[in-house]
């Protein structure tokens, strides 16, 4: 009995080991067949269609974000008070009537007998009515006609009632301060502000939609990126359980299987941050479309891919197209031309006032005529008639009137004014310092975004060759280390070049859709068509 233990133990150790082996030979079997029958390519694909969401293509993001984008409303909000601020300049050369209507009594004693009764009431009701308007020269010209009727107890009032009237035409053209540009100074400035209002909404439109692709492809790319990380998480847990497997056939020591589980748990890790880096990229592109995905979703899923580039353009013309049409710099320029219409118009200001006026018009006078006893004398008026008659002797200069003069003001110091002139020139140097700035880093970004499309080829195959390589070395550390050749560390640092590997084919994929969105939104929307 004795002597069978050793032979049984022998056995049961020589059964234990071929059990391992034909374990790993059938886990050596699955890999190779799966291999075989699964490309890279295909395993993506399934992997991709494993991930949930809500379907999202560019065309419906545009159109969400055109009706929700916040960004835009500010753009329009900002246009509209633009409109609103020229059309108030405007407004301010509009001609505007006036009137006025007064009624009066007044009760006054006298100390005279020729006031004609010893408490003298008279009644008036007053009348004026005109129009006046300011032209763009600064000129003011008012048309104005007044009338009055006075009822009175006097007894040496010979009419009773009165009618006067009055009627006007007047002038003031101002001939320093306050002439030409500096009257229509605020009109200019508004019509280049809202010609500004109107380019930057074109360029918050184009920003947005430029933003929106941006995001769009980050989606894309992420969510490339997590689907990687899935598989190389599967690969690394197929890879920890085959190191146990050989650990428990005496094959490996502890250390691969330490190795492995490092990578696992390595992998995980990357696994999850790739899910936050998609779902967040996916806040992002709900926050600019103003929706959250459907029910039951936590993220958006693009189902378009990146487009094809067009060939290949100057970066120069590229540039030029740029300066011309960029909306951003345009409403820059505009800017500047509002500071000079008011720097125009404060120059003229810092001078001295010096207005000519005049005025040209004529009187009436009419009435109901009543007997005026003087003594033993009995009086009375030839003039008779009523407010019509009146209007009319004003209106036709029976009695005309006219008046012209000179008006000067002369501050003692100019400081108010010349300040004002002054602040604007410095205003107008700082804006075209700004707009100097703006073109040479839109020069900088449109010439960056066209290396980008230039190399984008070249890109593209460097990142497949770098991806078709790591999967060769992947395959080549499989075999390396089931034939003893290497280690399980080698094999995680393989595992970790190869999802780098991958990451870098995403970015490749969209840095060209992207490059393209961008010069797009550079160019106003004049690549590629007009170009």
Known sequence: ????????????????????SCALSAIHTRSVAQASFESPDSSLVRALAGI??????????????????????EAEAALAA??????????????????????????????????????LETEAAT?????????????????????????TNSTFSALDP????????????????????????????????????????????????????WTYWDLYAAERDYAVAQLILERARSFLSEAELRARA???????????????????QALLDREERLDGISDALASLIGRRPGAGMFRFRPVDSPPEIPGEVSGDRLVEVAFEQNH????????????????????????????????????????????????????????????????SQASSRDYGTWSAGVRVTLPITFRERGGERDRLEAEIARLEQATIAA????????RASHREMSNNLRRLEAAQAGVDASQEQVRIGVIEYRNGRTTAFELVRLGADFAAAQQRYSQALVRAAKAAAEIRYLTSGAYPGAI
């Open 1 to 20: 009995m004795a002597g069978l233990l050793p032979r049984l133990s022998w056995r049961n150790h020589l059964l234990t080991a071929l059990a391992a």
């Open 52 to 73: 949930d969401g809500t379907p999202l293509s560019l065309e419906e993001a545009r159109a969400s974000a055109r009706a929700n984008a916040t960004s835009l409303r």
């Open 82 to 119: 633009a409109r609103g601020a020229l059309r108030s300049a405007r407004g301010r050369f509009d001609p505007e009537l006036f009137g006025e209507f007064v009624r009066s009594s007044d009760e006054s004693p006298t100390a005279t007998p020729f006031a004609g009764a010893s408490v």
């Open 127 to 151: 009348g004026s009515a005109g129009a006046r308007i300011r032209l763009p020269l600064g000129t003011e010209l008012e048309v104005s006609l007044d009338a009055t009727r006075t009822s």
């Open 162 to 213: 009165q009618y006067d009237a009055g009627g006007r035409i007047s002038l003031v053209q101002p001939l320093l301060a306050g002439f030409g540009p500096a009257a229509g100074g605020d009109l200019g400035a508004a019509r280049n502000l809202y010609e500004a209002a109107e380019e930057s909404y074109e360029d918050a439109r184009l920003a947005l939609e430029a933003n929106l692709e």
């Open 250 to 268: 005496g094959l490996v020591g502890p250390s691969e299987v330490a190795n492995a589980r490092v990578f696992v748990a390595e992998q995980e």
């Open 328 to 391: 951003a710099i345009r409403a820059l320029r505009e800017s500047v031309e509002a500071l000079r219409a008011r720097h125009a118009a404060a120059r003229w200001n810092a001078l001295p006032q010096l207005d000519l006026f005049g005025s040209i018009g004529g009187n009436g006078l009419v009435g109901t005529p009543r007997d005026v006893i003087f003594g033993s004398d009995t009086l009375r008026t030839r003039i008779s008639g009523d407010l019509g008659d009146a209007l």
């Open 439 to 446: 073109e040479r880093s839109l020069e900088e970004r449109v």
